[in-house]
C-alpha cells in the first residue's frame, strides 16, 4: 500500500513519466533535445496519463488559435479579396488618381476624397497598343425623390451615357437621353421608383432639385448590389459634376486578345501618375468606400490581432503555470529518482509543444467560423461592402500554430523553471505546502512594474504633449495588471491575511486559511478575471470618457440658433449666400467637413503622420455660430494657407501658433499651412480647421454639411428652405453628439466582445482546473469531521473572495490608467464611469467565476470521502 492516503502503486499517474525519466538517466551523456523523438515520447506519455490536467491547457490554447486564426483571415481578406466591378465590369483596366499618400517604410494612408485625373487622360491612355477604346467617367452624388422624401435603397450616382458602356447598360425600353433634361434610370432603380420612359422625375445634385424626363430605362450586364445609376447626357454630367476639365476615372475595353494584366503595366509606363486596376481592385476605383473599408479592416485586423497575441501568451503561460503547480507531487518525485532539471525543463517543454500544437490544429476550424461570423458582423455594420468575400487560406492557420505552440514553450518554460531548479530533498519535502517566497527576479520585477505603471499613466499626461500623453496612460492598465500577474501570491496572501483579522465561523476560517496558504494557486486562477475587469473597465470607459468629452464640447460650442441639415448628399455651397438675403437672418456660417493627413518630420530622415477629422469654417462667422475653445491666436487669421489645431493634434506634431505644418487635404493637395490658433474643442468639431474655400475645392463632391445659422425671424429662414426638399431646420441641440463618430464604434464594440468573451473562457478554464483538483483537498477535510456542507459554504466564501479580489484589483488597476487619459483628453482627473456600466462589469465578473468555482465544486463533493481520496490525482 502506497502511503498517500492508501492508494496502490498502480493509480499514480506519474509512473510512465517515472519509468521513462530513469531509462533517460542512464543516458545522461547522451544530449536529448526538447523537440527530439525521445523527449516527445516521454511528454505524450504524460499527457496521456494526466489527460484531465492539460484538458485545460488545451482549452486556452485552442480557443486562442481561434482568435488568432480569425483576425489572420481577416486580415488577408482586407490584404487580397475585394468585391466585384458592378459599373466596370466589362472594363478590363479602369485607370484612376493615387488614392493614398506614400510613405516610405509604413503604410500609406488612404485619401477620403477623389483624386481626379486631367480630361486629357482619356486621349493618353487611348494611344497605349492594346486599347480598343478608353472612356473618362465622372459621378455625381445625386439624391433621387419619390412623393417628396428621400427615395430609400443604396447610394445614387449620375454618369454621362458615354460611360454606360463600361458596364455595359442595355436599354431596355425608351431611349439613351438626348436633351439636357433627359435621364435614363438603371433597371433596378426605375422599379423601386415606379417610373417608366415619358415619366417625370425629380433628381437632387448637392441641394438643388431639378425635373427631368425619364428617357429609358436601361438594364447592366451585371446586377448592381452597392449602388444605382442615373445617366444624363455627357454635357449635362460634366456640368453637374463641378469640375471643369477633369475626370475620375478612365475605363479601358481592351483589344481581342489582350491580357489585362500586362495592358494595365503599359499604361502605366505610358501615362505617367495614373494607377491601374484590373480584377476585383476595379471596384476601388469605382466607389472610395470599399478601398477605405479595406484599409479598415487592414487596421483594426493587425491592432486586434497583435492584442490577441499578447493576451494568449499570457493566459497560456498562466494555465501552464497552475498545471506545472498541480503536478508538484509528480516533478517531486521525478527529481527525487534521479531527473536532472535539464530534464524536467525538456520534459515540460516537450508537453508543452505538443498540447500547444494539438491546440492550436483544433482551433483552427473554429478560427474560420469566428471569422465568418465577423465577416457577416462587419458586412452588417458597413465596415465591409456587401460581395467582399472572405479569403481563406492555410497561412492564418499556419500563423495561429506558430503563435501557439511559441507561446505554449514560453509559458511551460517559465512554469517549469522553479520546479527544475528544486533540489530532491527539497522537492519531496515541499509538495505539501506551497512556496511562500517568490523567485527573486519575479519580485523584483513585479514591485518594479507598479511604480513604472502609476507613473505612466500620472507623469506623462502632464509632461508629454497630444497623444503620446493618452497612449502612455492608456498602457498603464496592461503594465499594471502584469505586476498583478507576477505579484499575486504576495497580492493575494495580503487581502487574504486583511479580511482574516475579523472574526467568523468555521468555513470563513476555512476559505480565508486556504486562499492564504494556497495563494499562487489562487493568483494564478484570478489573474484572467482581474485582466478581464480591468481591461473592459479601460475599453469601455475610455469610449465613455471620449464620448462625453466629444458632446460636451459640441453641446457648448454651437452657439448659432440654427443649424440646417440635409438628409440628402450635402448642401450647395451657394446657397449660404442665398440664407444671407432672408429678411431676419444676421449670420450665416457654412461648414464643410473632411479628413486630413497632416506631416511632419521625425528624429530621422523619414516623417510621420497622422490622419484628423478636418473643418472648412468661414472665419466672419465663427465668433457668432461657433466656439472652438480658442486657447491662444485668432480664428479671424484663418484665411489662404493657415489652418487652427486642436491642443492635441498641436502636441502631437509639436507645433504652436506661428509655427507651420504640411497638411494633406482631402484629394491629396498639399497646403503648407501656418497655424494662427490652437483650440480646445477637437473632440466636437474635428482636430484641424480650415479655410472654407480651402477645404471645398479638394472634396469630391464640393458641398457643406451643414450650415449655422443665427436670426430673427425663423418663419422667413423655414419658408426659404421650402424651396430645398432635402434640406431641415434644426436647433443647435441637433448637433449636441459627437459629429467626429465615424461609424467604427460598433466595430470595436464587437472586437472588444471578443475580447473579453476568450478572457471570459480563460477565467473559467483556470477557476475549474484549480478547484477540480481540490478533490483530495475536500475529501480529507470530509474524513476529519467536515461536513459536506460546510466544505460548500468554504467554497462559497472562497469564490466571493475570487469575485471580490478581481472587482477591487482590476478596478485599481484600470483606474490611473483612466485618470491619466481623462486629464489628457480634457484635462480632469474624472472620467466618465457611467454606474450601471460598471455594475454591468461586476456582474459579468460573479456571473462567469461563481458557477466556474462552485459547480466543479459540486462534482468533486458527489464521491464519497473515501472513494474521492483513493483516486489518482
Known sequence: MSREYGTTAADRPAAPATALTTRETRKTKKKVRTLSRQNLSLAWSTIRGRKGGFAAVLVAVAVGSAVITACGVLLETGIRSGVPAERYHRAAVVVGGHQAMPVEGDTDPRLSERVRLPAGTVGKVAAVEGVESAVGDVSVRTTVLKGGSVLDGPPVYGHGWSASVLAPFTVRAGTPPGAAEDVVLDEGLARRLGASPGDAVTLVTGSEPASYRVSGVAAPAAPFHRQSAVFFTDDRAARLHGTPGTVDAVGVLAAPGTDPGELAERIEKAVPGVVTYTGDDRSDAETL?????????????????????????????????????????????????????????????????????????LGAVPGVLLALLLHTVFTAAGALPP???????????????????????????????RAAKVSPVEALG????????????????????????????????????????????????????????????????????????????????????????????????????????????????????????????????????????????????????????????????????????????????????????????????????????????????????????????????????????????????VEKATVVAV???????????????????????????????????????????????????????????????????????????????????????????????????????????????????????????????????????????????????????????PPLMYLGIVGAAAAIAWPAVMLPARLALRPPAVEAIARAE
Open 430 to 669: 515541499d509538495v505539501a505546502v506551497e512556496p511562500r517566497k517568490l523567485g527573486w527576479f519575479r519580485l523584483s520585477l513585479g514591485v518594479l512594474l507598479v511604480p513604472a505603471g502609476l507613473a505612466v499613466a500620472v507623469v506623462l499626461p502632464i509632461v508629454l504633449p497630444g497623444e503620446a500623453a493618452i497612449e502612455g496612460a492608456a498602457s498603464s492598465a496592461l503594465i499594471l495588471v502584469i505586476a498583478v500577474g507576477l505579484l499575486g501570491p504576495k497580492l493575494f496572501g495580503g487581502i487574504a491575511a486583511l479580511l482574516g483579522r475579523r472574526p467568523g465561523g468555521v468555513t470563513r476560517f476555512l476559505a480565508i486559511a486556504n486562499s492564504r496558504a494556497r495563494a499562487r494557486r489562487l493568483s494564478a486562477a484570478t489573474t484572467p478575471l482581474i485582466m478581464g475587469v480591468t481591461m473592459a473597465s479601460a475599453q469601455l470607459f475610455s469610449g465613455t470618457t471620449l464620448a462625453a468629452t466629444a458632446q460636451d464640447q459640441a453641446a457648448a460650442g454651437v452657439i448659432a440658433d440654427h443649424v440646417v441639415t440635409s438628409v440628402g448628399a450635402g448642401i450647395s455651397p451657394g446657397l449660404a449666400g442665398e440664407l444671407r438675403d432672408v429678411p431676419g437672418v444676421r449670420t450665416v456660417g457654412p461648414v464643410v467637413r473632411t479628413s486630413a493627413i497632416l506631416t511632419w518630420p521625425d528624429d530621422g530622415d523619414g516623417i510621420q503622420y497622422r490622419i484628423s477629422t478636418a473643418q472648412g469654417v468661414d472665419p466672419a462667422a465663427v465668433p457668432d455660430t461657433l466656439d472652438l475653445g480658442l486657447l491662444r491666436g485668432d480664428l479671424n487669421r484663418l484665411t489662404g494657407s493657415t489652418v487652427a489645431l486642436s491642443r492635441l493634434v498641436a502636441g502631437t506634431v509639436g507645433v504652436d501658433v506661428g509655427g507651420s505644418v504640411d497638411v494633406h487635404l482631402g484629394d491629396g493637395t
Open 387 to 417: 460581395g467582399f468575400s472572405l479569403v481563406i487560406t492555410v497561412l492564418p492557420v499556419l500563423f495561429a500554430l506558430l503563435v501557439c505552440v511559441l507561446a505554449a514553450r514560453i509559458g511551460g518554460w517559465l512554469a517549469a523553471r
Open 679 to 833: 483650440y480646445e474643442n477637437g473632440l466636437g468639431f474635428g482636430d484641424v480647421t480650415l479655410p472654407h474655400d480651402v477645404v471645398i475645392a479638394h472634396t469630391t463632391d464640393h458641398l457643406d454639411q451643414w450650415l449655422m445659422v443665427n436670426t430673427d425671424r425663423e418663419a422667413e429662414l423655414s419658408a426659404a428652405l421650402k424651396a430645398y426638399p432635402t434640406l431641415r431646420l434644426r436647433d443647435a441641440e441637433a448637433l449636441t453628439a459627437a459629429p467626429t463618430d465615424d461609424g467604427g464604434g460598433g466595430i470595436s464594440l464587437v472586437l472588444n466582445a471578443v475580447l473579453l468573451g476568450y478572457l471570459a473562457i480563460a477565467v473559467v478554464n483556470t477557476l475549474v482546473m484549480a478547484t477540480i483538483s481540490r478533490r483530495r483537498e475536500f475529501a480529507l477535510l470530509r474524513l476529519v469531521g467536515t461536513r459536506t456542507d460546510q466544505v460548500r459554504s468554504m467554497m462559497r466564501r472562497e469564490a466571493g473572495i475570487v469575485v471580490l479580489s478581481a472587482v477591487v484589483v482590476g478596478t485599481l488597476a484600470a483606474l490611473p490608467s483612466l485618470i491619466g487619459m481623462s486629464y489628457a483628453i480634457r484635462e480632469s482627473v474624472f472620467p466618465s464611469i
Open 289 to 361: 468606400d470599399v478601398g477605405q473599408m479595406r484599409a479598415f479592416v487592414i487596421e483594426v485586423a493587425s491592432a486586434f490581432g497583435a492584442t490577441m497575441i499578447l493576451l494568449v501568451i499570457i493566459v497560456v503561460a498562466g494555465t501552464l503555470a497552475l498545471s506545472v503547480q498541480q503536478r508538484r507531487r509528480e516533478l517531486a518525485l521525478l527529481r527525487a529518482v534521479g531527473a536532472t532539471p535539464r530534464q524536467v525543463l525538456r520534459m515540460i517543454g516537450g508537453e508543452a509543444v505538443l498540447v500547444g500544437g494539438i491546440g492550436a490544429v
